[in-house]
């Protein structure tokens, strides 16, 4: 079996606020690179070789008898990051062979989603000839393109519209 060489790191995403996420990261094992003049945050792996992110932290007085909790992207790092901010967390390495992978998390959307469009087509006239006419018309989403859950999920399930 070979070595495991590799790297992780993440896009660059919005925060709210520095000290909390600081706080929130403290008992992982995760360098963070922010930008405050742009208010952006970039993830990267510690030690910069094995290329893994932590599963578990260290925090003292948490249980009696476990001192550790663990890392999850949705629970640690997205109450932190901005709304309609996508966090893409990627890792590649090689071991035998190279390996790339990753997944994303977006910041949950708390308004719907919207979209204006505009067509127009050649018309006949009465007259003869045709006319070019303009159609401009705006599509409210049912569902957030971002992460595809419905927006008025309350609505379905007891059957009222407002």
Not at 16 to 38: G, H, M, R, T, Y
Not at 56 to 80: I, L, N, Q
Not at 95 to 122: D, F
Request: charged letters at 30%; aromatic letters at 12%.
């Amino acid at each position: 079996m070979a070595n495991w060489y590799g790297t992780s790191r993440t896009n660059r995403v919005r925060y709210v606020d520095k000290d909390a996420l600081e706080k929130a990261l403290e008992p992982f094992s995760i360098a963070v690179e922010f930008d405050e003049e742009k208010g952006t945050v970039m993830f990267m792996d510690e030690d910069g070789m094995d290329g893994h992110w932590p599963s578990f932290g260290e925090v003292e007085g948490v249980d009696e008898m476990d001192d550790e909790v663990e890392f999850s992207w949705e629970e640690t790092v997205m109450p932190h990051i901005q709304e309609f901010q996508v966090l893409v967390v990627m890792q590649s390495g090689a071991e035998k062979h190279c390996y790339v992978s990753g997944k994303a998390y977006n910041k949950a959307c708390s308004e719907q989603g919207a979209m204006s469009y505009e067509t127009s087509a050649m018309y006949p006239l009465k007259k003869g000839g045709s006319k070019r006419k303009k159609l401009t018309a705006s599509l409210l989403f049912t569902y957030c393109p971002f992460c595809g859950k419905l927006y008025r999920e309350e609505e379905k399930k007891d059957g009222s519209n407002g």
